[in-house]
């Protein structure tokens, strides 16, 4: 692109509105921080009542993170099956360290995966990692001898699974991308994916084999929805699409469900699609920029990117 489509699309970057002080009100990156952060002030605060009122930590464990944890036995488990989401938005204060590592590595594949896929990719990635981290942890349960002793008061919560799906999904999107390009042409992103892998099963170590099989499930999430997405499934569509219709049916003033803009240029009889007009007009180059401000360039169809091609040629735009 042409250094004028840089500077448009930079303007339409521009947050309107803020979220506390770490960005857009609609970046997702944001709003997943918000929540993990939000879910551990509320649990953090539990438990310092529960101190406070001289209570054990193994009485706190049982009367109030059992709700949040997810446990290895299906009999629980069907009593507490929200514990599949719940559990990977869980931290306790005694795990602190834990949980503000795993929000330092979120950041730092998140704000990648986020500016190159678009924002409508990572919540899902994530939460694909969270529940693949579950299956891991439950099925190594019911199929490693060992483990099948410990089913019925064994539990799981963190964030690291879900991390590492994000975190393994940026590397396979963006395999070439470097950090700190001004020393000596930068660290490769795969290198700072081992490094997070290494300390991460370190940490996790001595938890035991079924704590372990849950990261690794994590991360096969993330590779699977990348190569699942280059084979033309995003397996983002429906999950946004469900999230839209919840926040539709919750919100009073939403009338219809809006379309992206290639589906309302392209199915709008009254609209000529792009690839029919020989004119570039500002207009169209502006409502192109604000769609891959949104959802990404790789979201772009095929006239629109020979659209964008021919504007950056255009000196008059």
């Known amino acids: 692109m ?7 699309r930079n303007e339409y970057a521009e947050p309107t509105k803020t979220f506390f002080f770490l960005g857009a009100s609609n970046n997702a990156l944001t709003a997943l921080f918000a929540i993990n952060v939000i879910f551990f002030l509320v649990i953090m605060t539990l438990q310092v009542g529960f101190y ?44 602190i360290m834990r949980g503000v590592s795993n929000m330092i590595w979120l950041w730092a594949f998140g704000y990648i995966l986020q500016q190159k896929a678009g924002n409508e990719k990572i919540i899902p990635i994530y939460i694909y990692g969270g529940l693949a981290g579950a299956l891991f942890f439950i099925g190594a349960h019911y199929t490693i001898p060992p483990l099948a002793n410990q089913r019925e008061v064994a539990g799981i919560f963190g964030a ?15 395999p070439n991308h470097n950090f700190f390009t001004q020393i000596r042409g930068g660290i490769p992103i795969w290198v700072l994916l081992g490094v997070y892998i290494l300390i991460d099963f370190a940490g996790v170590a ?6 372990v099989l849950s990261h690794i499930g994590g991360a096969i999430a993330g590779v699977l929805f990348t190569v699942f997405l280059r084979h033309g499934f995003d397996g983002s569509i429906w999950m946004n699409k469900l999230y839209q219709n919840m926040a539709h049916i919750f919100d009073p003033k939403a009338s219809n469900v809006t379309l992206p ?16 007009e020989a004119n570039i ?10 769609k891959i401000n949104e959802t990404g360039f790789e979201s772009l169809t095929k006239e629109q990117k020979i659209f964008l091609q021919n504007a950056s040629k255009d000196e008059n735009i």
Do not use: C
């Open 206 to 211: 001595s938890a035991g084999s079924a704590i």
């Open 160 to 174: 690291n699974a879900a991390v590492m799906a994000v975190a393994a999904a940026t590397t396979m999107m963006v």
């Open 281 to 290: 007009t500002q207009k169209k180059l502006d409502e192109i920029l604000d």
């Open 261 to 276: 803009k290639d589906k309302i240029f392209y199915n709008n009889g009254k609209i000529v699609p792009f690839s029919k």
């Open 2 to 8: 042409g250094e004028t489509d840089r500077r448009h």
């Open 52 to 95: 406070v009122g001289n209570h054990t930590e193994e009485y706190f464990y049982t009367n109030i993170l059992q709700w949040f944890q997810l446990p290895a036995s299906f009999a629980k488990l069907i009593h507490k099956p929200w514990t599949f989401f719940t559990y990977m938005f869980t931290e306790t204060g005694s795990a």
